[in-house]
């Protein structure tokens, strides 16, 4: 490693509980050469927050993370290299957030936990699924390195009560505001989303990381699926006349003129950037000459993403970036039924590498529509 390595970088942090939950979250993006054990290691531990009534976090294997049990899921950490340390981890935070990992008792009985005040008591019906619900979204916050966040709303909430003269519960979220403060430091503020460091790779091989990272946490691709080549697509009509779709292509994060295409539209004239973003992406499947496209980027919201994903006959990714503010779009399919979609909104910081990459693809795809629609107006206006 030292021979390979032409530059060192690091970060300080003011708490061990922070590096431990970074350094996993950095592992699981960036998957570097020199971390194999972590990577491929099927004895790796991995925290499991469970998808139920009463969610628990489970400590797990590598090797269990496939069974039918953990596949329905809220959130996964990891993986974790010192068991030591993941148990002190625990140790600390369970005061804070008190989870139940006994689960719905029909006997009422308190768990060993709740006799100690370690567990808020799900298991003996000591408190509401809404109640037990709030707190594990505040542990998965923490958990994901959203500390500012989690300081805010806990405080709002804090605030709210005091005024509807609740101060006992009030109470109870001073307490847990002035404990998060006291196992971690204010001197360095994580941000809203993770923005890894750059090792040592350009800014687009960054951000292609990034978004990688970004579509395996949703379940859109394999955690090593690569994303060689990005189409863009954009709609450019004068009141659905003189209609123009680009195609704009990024390969390896970097814009290829010489793969640009773009489809005059012939099945309408009338507005409807549905049914033209449809017709492009019909005719683009009939040239597979032109390569696969390893993710399609939409210039539009949920609508257009899901009227593309109608009529693409691959399973390849479908994601849109929508504007005031700028926000991803990520589509997946229902589990139960592939013909149902579910779309997620993403907001990422206005630095972050992955949204600066896909702005740059979106106004790219914007620009050559424009041109494009502008050149077939003019024409029809010297033809008429």
């Not at 797990?60 to 329905?72: A, G, I, P, S, V």
């Not at 719905?104 to 298991?123: E, F, P, V, W």
Request: glycine share 4%; proline share 3%; net charge positive.
């Amino acid at each position: 490693m030292t021979e390979l390595a032409s530059q060192v970088k690091f970060q300080v942090l003011d708490s061990e509980i922070e590096a431990l939950l970074i350094e996993a979250e950095l592992i699981k993006a960036h998957q570097p050469y020199f971390n194999s054990r972590l990577k491929d290691d099927k004895s790796n531990l991995y925290l499991l927050v469970t998808k139920e009534t009463f969610p628990r976090l489970l400590r797990l294997r590598k090797t269990d993370l496939h069974k039918k049990n953990y596949q329905e899921r809220l959130a996964l950490f990891g993986p974790f290299a010192s068991s030591y340390r993941l148990s002190e981890l625990l140790k600390i935070i369970r005061p804070i957030f008190r989870w139940c990992n006994q689960g719905k008792n029909k006997q009422t009985r308190a768990c060993l936990y709740h006799h100690i005040d370690l567990c808020s008591g799900a298991c003996c019906s000591q408190i509401s699924q809404s109640d037990y619900q709030r707190d594990i979204e505040q542990l998965i916050l923490f958990l994901k390195g959203k500390k500012r966040t989690l300081l805010k709303n806990l405080e709002s909430e804090m605030l709210t009560l005091a005024k509807q003269e609740a101060f006992e519960q009030a109470l109870l979220n001073k307490n847990k505001i002035d404990l998060i403060k006291e196992i971690t430091s204010q001197k360095y503020k994580l941000k809203e989303d993770l923005i890894l460091p750059n090792f040592s790779q350009a800014e687009t091989a960054e951000a292609l990381i990034h978004l990688r990272h970004l579509l395996h946490q949703n379940g859109v691709i394999a955690s090593q699926q690569e994303l060689k080549r990005i189409e863009g697509y954009d709609v450019s009509n004068t009141m659905g006349q003189n209609a123009t779709v680009s195609m704009v292509v990024l390969t390896d994060g970097q814009t290829d003129q010489s793969q640009y295409k773009f489809f005059k539209i012939k099945s309408l004239d009338t507005p409807n950037d549905y049914q033209m973003l449809q017709e492009a992406i019909v005719r683009r499947q009939k040239h597979p000459e032109w390569g696969k496209a390893d993710l399609i980027m939409i210039d539009g919201g949920k609508g257009q993403v899901r009227a593309v994903a109608k009529v693409c006959e691959s399973n390849t990714p479908i994601i849109g970036l929508v504007k005031n503010p700028d926000r991803l779009v990520v589509l997946g399919r229902n589990l139960n039924d592939s013909t149902r979609f579910i779309t997620k909104i993403i907001t990422l910081p206005a630095d972050h590498p992955t949204l600066k990459m896909l702005q740059r693809l979106r106004d790219e795809a914007h620009r050559f529509a424009k041109k494009q629609h502008s050149r077939l107006r003019t024409k029809s206006l010297l033809e008429s």
